[in-house]
């Protein structure tokens, strides 16, 4: 079993930053792919970005390209989310997820979930 903490969501003015935080226990996450989903209310939850296991190969939806990048530690067992340029689209309860299956985009790839964390972006 895998356990995910995010961290680091809050309430930023729209252009701000933030950098978002998962952290794993129960295993190590070197050979899982980590991913961020989002959720705004009434929305389904949609795909942000994933990352392979070491971290070479990530994907990024067309909303977060230029402007969100994910990356991880594997000492520290961790993956991020840095966002930049938010704006108040962006507003969403943000997951993490993990899975030992190959880069997908969907929530159902992915067994292992976060609580999330929520992100609001002010106008």
């Known amino acids: 079993q895998v356990q995910l903490v995010e961290s680091g969501g809050g309430l930023v003015q729209a252009g701000g930053s933030l950098r978002l935080s998962c952290v794993a226990s129960?295993?190590?996450?070197?050979?899982?792919?980590v991913a961020w989903f989002r959720q705004a209310p009434g929305k389904e939850r949609e795909f942000v970005a994933n990352s392979n296991w070491i971290g070479g190969s990530t994907n990024y939806a067309d909303s977060a390209k230029g402007r969100f990048t994910i990356s991880r530690d594997n000492r520290k067992n961790t993956a991020y989310l840095e966002m930049n340029g938010l704006e108040p689209e962006d507003t969403a309860v943000y997951y993490c997820a993990a899975d030992r299956a190959v880069q997908r985009r969907i929530p159902t790839a992915y067994a292992y979930w976060g609580q999330g964390t929520q992100v609001t972006v002010s106008s």
């Open positions: 129960g295993r190590t996450l070197t050979s899982y792919t």
